[in-house]
Structure formats: C-alpha cells, structure tokens
C-alpha cells in the first residue's frame, strides 16, 4: 500500500482508503457488527489507514461512527480517522437552526462524534457541506480551537464549490488559523464534474481531494448491465435509475480496454482516479471483506498520456466554458 501526503499537509494516509456509509446500512452485510468488523479488520489487514465516516451515516444518525468505533477497537491507532459534521442530524446534536457550522453547533457535534468513535481525537474533522448561515471564518476559529484542544488533527471540508474552496482558504490565511488540508467532492470516471474548479483548486491550492463515489455506486465495477443488477448489490435496492441513465455501450467498451490491459474495471477506476493531479486516496466504500481486499490492491495501473486520452473519448471531462 502507498501513503500519500493528504494536499500540502503532513497527514499521511493510504492511497486507498475505507468509506464507511455502509456500516449500518440495511440489507448490506455491513448492516450487524460482525460484518462491520470483518471488513474493516480485512482493511486494517490489507494496509488501508484512512477510514472515512461522518455523524449522519447508518440508518440512524451516528450509526457508522459506533460501529467504526467498536470495530477498531485496540487498533484505533492503526487508523487515520476521518468524520464530518454539518449536514442534518435529525435533531441528535440538539436543536441547530440550520447554523451546522457555528461554533455552537461545532463544540456539541465534535463531542457526540468523539463519544461514539470511542476516541479522544479525530484525525481528520470534515466540514459536510456548506452553511450559508454561518461566517466560514466562524467555523475556521471554532476548528481551529479544537486543533489547538488537540481533538482534532487536521481539517478538511467537502461538497464546496470552487469560489467556496477558495474563499475557505484565504479566510483562513487572513486569520492566521488553521487551514482545510482536503477537499471531498463527488468525483468518478463516468461524472467528471469535479475536474471544472475542484480538481483545479485543489492542484493550485495545496488541498487533498478525496473523491467519493468513486465506483460510481459500483457501475465500475462491472457487475452491472443494462437494467439488471445482481442479487443483494447495491443499485438493486437503492437509486434503481441509475440503471436505467448509465450509457452501457460505454460501460462495455471501457470493460474492453481494461480486459485488454489485463486489469479489473476496479483497478481502471481507482488507477485513473490516482492519476488526477491533487487525488490524494480513493475511499471505497465495502460490504464484504474480499471488496476491501480487492479494492486495496487496485492502484496497479499507471495510465498513459495516450491510454487517458481514449478514455476521455468514452466518458469526456466536462466542457469548460471560455470566459473571454
Ligand atoms: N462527502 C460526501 O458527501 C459523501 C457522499 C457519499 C459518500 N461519501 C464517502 O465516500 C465513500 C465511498 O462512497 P460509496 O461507497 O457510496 O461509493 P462507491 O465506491 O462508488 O460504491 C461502493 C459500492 O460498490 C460496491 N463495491 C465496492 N467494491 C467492490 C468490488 N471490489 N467489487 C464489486 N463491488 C464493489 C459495493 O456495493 P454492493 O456490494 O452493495 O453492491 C459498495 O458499497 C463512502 O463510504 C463515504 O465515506 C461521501
């Protein structure tokens, strides 16, 4: 397993990582304790550092970070430990107006995830989503003080926009605190949104991108076909209509290039993301430990100038809009 530097940080994380919403989830494996401490002991096992969760994960609020917590158990020092705060807790963290990145909203939230994950620290605390309620120079000071508290290591946000990414960061120049070192933003071969200003911000501003959905729910994994999904997986109870919106002709000839290759359409996906610039560890998200096995053994491939660029014939970037 290579570590990677997370951005221009010093936090030094797996270039695969865990993604942890399965842990919780109803009808998946990961749904009971013991699947949730098979798959993340097969991680452990197969050199994974960076677990990635959030408060609002499982089929309850705070499900996940348990059951992370209890499946790491005396290894909890094995792990990079990655949450996030601000997107609706249904009430579990009190009443919060909507104001989920104010300073009194982010000393109650630290304090439940801390008490679930069973941890006196977190490594990496992620800001979920943006609060157009609260002053992001408010949330930079209260994380700030939980780094000088020593609660939390690192800090890092997602789901930002690039003007937001970028207000963040001199926000937080401007007041001489603590800075976000990672950005996580939706980012697959088949939805490449993310290459129009994160991937940008990220390369020019020193941040850690770690894309989620990066098997695109498990389209790239090559276990799916036109309207039909295999028993028990994931699009066969959940989003269906992506089934029905994914260009399968496309699908098809990426599985060829990779057969060609002698690769697995997870090694292409988790390979081509690593080759994006700032990408700093793909977190895949598991419900059965021979996935994590094959996950963290899926950086084999180094694509060429010419290899990628066939790929982009099949599932283009984005067009960029000329501004003069
Ligand atoms: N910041 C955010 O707003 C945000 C949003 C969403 C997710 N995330 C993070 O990103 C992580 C990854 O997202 P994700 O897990 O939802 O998306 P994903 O990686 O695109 O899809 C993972 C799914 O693909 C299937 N899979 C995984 N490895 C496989 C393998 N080797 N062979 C066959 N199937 C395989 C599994 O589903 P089945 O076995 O059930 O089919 C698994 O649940 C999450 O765990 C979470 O930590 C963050």
Redesign the pocket.
């Known amino acids: 397993m290579r570590i990677n530097r997370l951005g221009a940080s010093g936090l030094a994380v797996s270039e695969i990582g ?5 842990l919780g989830r109803p009808k ?1 494996a990961t749904e009971s304790q013991a699947g949730a401490d098979a798959v993340v002991h097969a991680a452990l096992d197969a050199g994974i550092t960076l677990f ?3 408060d609002i ?1 499982g089929a309850e609020p705070g499900l996940s970070e348990r059951m992370l917590g209890r499946a790491l158990g005396k290894r909890r020092d094995e792990a990079v430990l990655a949450t ?1 705060f601000g997107m609706d807790m249904q009430g579990a963290n009190g009443p919060d107006f909507g104001a989920r990145g104010s300073r009194r909203y982010i000393m109650q939230a630290v304090e439940a995830s801390l008490s679930r994950l069973g941890t006196d620290h977190i490594d990496l605390y ?1 800001f ?2 943006p609060d157009p309620l609260t002053p992001i120079e408010e949330t930079l000071a209260a994380l700030s003080d939980l780094v000088e508290q020593g609660k939390v290591r690192y800090i890092g946000h ?2 930002r926009a690039g003007w937001q990414i970028a207000q963040a960061e001199y926000a937080a120049r401007a007041l001489g605190r603590e800075r976000f070192v990672s950005a ?3 980012y ?1 071969l088949i939805d490449r949104r993310a290459e129009l200003e994160v991937i940008p911000a990220g390369e020019a501003l020193g941040l850690g991108v770690l894309p ?7 389209l ?2 090559g ?1 799916y076909g036109q309207g039909t999904a ?1 028993e ?4 066969s109870h959940n989003r269906p209509h992506l089934l029905e919106e994914t260009d399968f002709e496309a699908l098809a000839a990426l599985e060829r290039f990779a057969r060609e290759r002698d690769i697995t359409m ?1 090694q292409l996906a988790f390979s081509w993301l690593l080759a994006q610039g700032p990408v700093g560890s793909v ?6 430990p ?2 994590v096995r ?2 963290a053994e ?1 950086a084999v491939w180094s694509p060429t100038a010419d290899e990628l660029a066939e790929i982009d014939a099949l599932f283009p970037a984005p067009e960029k809009v000329a501004l003069f």
């Open positions: 865990l993604g942890c919403n399965n998946t990635d969760v959030a994960y996030k992620q979920h989503t997602s789901n996580q933003n939706h697959n989620y959905f990066p098997l695109a729910h498990g790239l994994t276990k295999p028990g997986s994931r699009l997870v977190i895949a998200g598991a419900t059965r021979e996935q094959a996950n899926a």
